[in-house]
């Protein structure tokens, strides 16, 4: 006891602090989300993303080889697609020559080792802004689970390694990894968003895709029936304990901050790969303070991109990943 152990003793330098550090985040860590947009030469900002773009492919070729010249390996795709092309079933996400397919291979043509996971899910092509498909103010289930497992066979054939479901549906897992299957994907991976929140952090994210469910009658408002009540915890770890029997190889928690409790309590019970969101509000917040001087950027990022692993993150898909891979001189 007190005085013969003191528990400052072990930071008194930094070089003692390096020494004992019991979590250090590294580029290896890092998801990259891409947004991907049609066109020629577009590298346009989200306004709600500070230095956060959508990308034309001819950018997306150039921003990959980018990425892997920094260490960053793996990437997220989402697409922005044109309002025309949405409809109720997302029939577009299924075109071979769609831009999530083209974006897959421009991917694969400019660095060939990029890991490419994908979104799965109908909202950026759902013409009411859901994840599933409507019908009489409900979001159908089982039909939709069967065009997310088309959807997914699609992104393998375009040469994806992952596809991400992120839409809540139950039985998706099982539903794609059996079309994966009967198509030969036998090595096409799934990450699932298995504990998945109703959360108001992904505001931003809906402006870039310009995603957001729609405001008419008969389209749920929220997505309140297929994603978690945030106010959940064990619930959480049934979700993803069914999205492991159903053969998800990673599971995902999100967002990341307000969550890091279940991002234990999961890594405690599971042993697959455990993978967490810092979502599009995370990452608006902190820009937004440290422009106003507010906040230190750099600072606040690390300390929270460490809390993440801390918890128990073994892959972080985050926004920061380039600005921490700065940070690393
Ligand atoms: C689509 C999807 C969303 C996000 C990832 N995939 C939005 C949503 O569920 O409404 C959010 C990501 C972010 O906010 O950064 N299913």
Redo the contacts with the bound molecule.
Sequence with gaps: MYPLIRTRRLRTSESIRRLVRETVVTPDDFLV?LFVTEGKGIKEEIPSMPNYFRLSLDQLEKEVKDLWSMGLCSVLL?VKVDDKLKDNKGTEALNPNGLMQRAIKTVKNACPQMLVMT?V?L??FSSYGH?GIVAEGQILNDETAEVLAEMSVSHAQAGADFVAP??MMDGRVLTIREALEDEGFINTGIMA?SA?YASA??????DALD??PVDMANVPKD?KTY?MDYANRYEAVRETQLDIDEGADIVMI??GLCYLDIVREIRNEVDVPVAV?Q???E?AMVKAAAEKGWLDHDAVMLEQLTAIKRAGANIIAS?FAKDFVRTLG
């Design positions: 989300p989402f979104d899910a909202d950026p994840d992120s839409d968003y998945k952090f992904y505001g931003p994210f809906r995603s957001a997505k994603q999100k967002p969101y979502v599009s509000g990452y926004y």
